[in-house]
């Protein structure tokens, strides 16, 4: 399996979501090839839960680094799950049009584009 895929299956096992119970790991490839890990992180209140894409975006900005490359996201599902609307945004904003890969428990695959995902985005482009 991709070492990507790997690294967001992993990232799942941190997952704190004892309402939803629906753990999701991402791991986030920057351009010098490092892997920055998050899962989601859920709360009492519901609305202040973090997306673990979220969570993986911001570690890496906090850490200074702002190019990359890749990001898997896992769940515990067999469906593959692609990132929330809000993750979408995050993502499009702080990573371009990157790929982004669903993974299973099983290993199995999907791949699109941030592109394909967010279509006609809102961007500093559109303030112009
Ligand atoms: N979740 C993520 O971590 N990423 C997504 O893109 C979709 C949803 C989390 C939030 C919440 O903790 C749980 O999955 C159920 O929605």
Not at 37 to 47: H, K, L
Not at 58 to 74: P, V, Y
Not at 82 to 110: K, Y
Request: net charge negative.
């Amino acid at each position: 399996m991709d070492s990507l895929c790997t690294a967001a299956l992993e990232a799942r096992r941190h997952s704190v979501s004892p309402y939803s119970h629906f753990a999701v790991g991402a791991a986030l490839e920057c351009a010098d090839g490092s892997v920055i890990g998050g899962c989601n992180i859920e709360n009492a209140t519901y609305g202040l839960t973090l997306c673990a894409e979220r969570v993986a975006v911001f570690k890496a900005l906090s850490e200074g680094i702002r190019e990359f490359r890749r990001i898997a996201i896992a769940t515990d599902a067999l469906t593959l799950t692609p990132p929330c609307g809000a993750c979408r945004q995050i993502l499009w904003e702080f990573c371009g049009d990157i790929p982004v890969i669903a993974v299973n428990p099983r290993g199995e695959t999907i791949q699109w584009t941030m592109s394909q995902l967010l279509p006609a985005a809102f961007d500093q482009r559109s303030m112009k």
